[in-house]
């Protein structure tokens, strides 16, 4: 199992990870997190090359997906660079991308009765005020989960503060800061519950956010 212990803090640039094979002969990947089983936790940066596809295939257990580069589409719709996509368990698709496209992808890790289909394009979506100067634009809520967009503008500090239920960040431009390191854009941070950091920044950044969705008190996933 890859990175499957909830309680270390984990910190992957993903520009410096190779890419590696997926089914698809087109299409590549670079795992994040990934539990053995098939219905396991789940977390990869994907690339479709121009032209690809990926065979028809069911969600059993959920699908969140936001797009990083290009245009990713299935029978449903094309879905441009900054789209956010959530596939309820049960859900199936055939997704291609004629463009190329990258893609973060998430598997497996909805709550019981989570099932919202949801298609956001963030590029035409306006922000909405946030703590300090921060900007804030929510994708999504279910129970103590959240998923939002934070822009921070160029020399924002926050407040010190902990995460109940832990806190997971991709780097989607800029870079992202606190008292433990620096993080480029195409970085992904996984913080436990109860970790604490004073973030700030020091040229405009926006982050994908999702917190509350790590176990409390184990190693195994709070799903």
């Not at 992957?12 to 997926?22: A, C, E, Q």
């Not at 950091?197 to 709070?222: A, M, R, W």
Request: charged share 20%; aromatic share 10%; glycine share 8%.
């Amino acid at each position: 199992m890859l990175n499957m212990n909830f309680e270390k803090r984990i910190v992957i640039n993903t520009n410096d990870m190779d890419w590696l094979d997926s089914p698809s002969p087109h299409v590549l990947r670079k795992p994040l997190e990934r539990e053995a089983a098939e219905s396991g936790h789940t977390t990869s940066v994907v690339t479709y090359k121009p032209n690809a596809n990926f065979a028809a295939h069911s969600h059993p257990f959920g699908e969140e997906i936001f797009v990083l580069e290009g245009v990713f589409s299935d029978e449903h719709g094309d879905y441009p660079k900054g789209t956010y996509i959530r596939n309820p368990p049960g859900s199936s698709h055939k997704p291609y991308s004629h463009s190329g496209c990258v893609i973060l992808v998430k598997l497996n890790q909805f709550l019981d009765g989570d099932s919202q289909p949801i298609r956001i394009n963030t590029q035409q979506t306006s922000w909405l005020p946030g703590i300090g100067g921060l900007q804030v634009m929510p994708l999504h809520s279910f129970e103590h989960q959240n998923i939002a967009l934070v822009k921070w503008p160029a020399g924002e500090k926050f407040q010190p503060h902990q995460h109940f239920g832990g806190e997971e960040i991709f780097v989607l431009s800029g870079e992202f800061m606190d008292e433990h390191g620096h993080y480029p854009q195409g970085t992904w941070i996984r913080s436990p519950h109860g970790s604490a950091h004073k973030p700030y920044v020091e040229k405009e950044t926006v982050i994908l956010v999702k917190t509350g969705h790590l176990p409390q008190d184990s190693k195994k996933p709070s799903l």
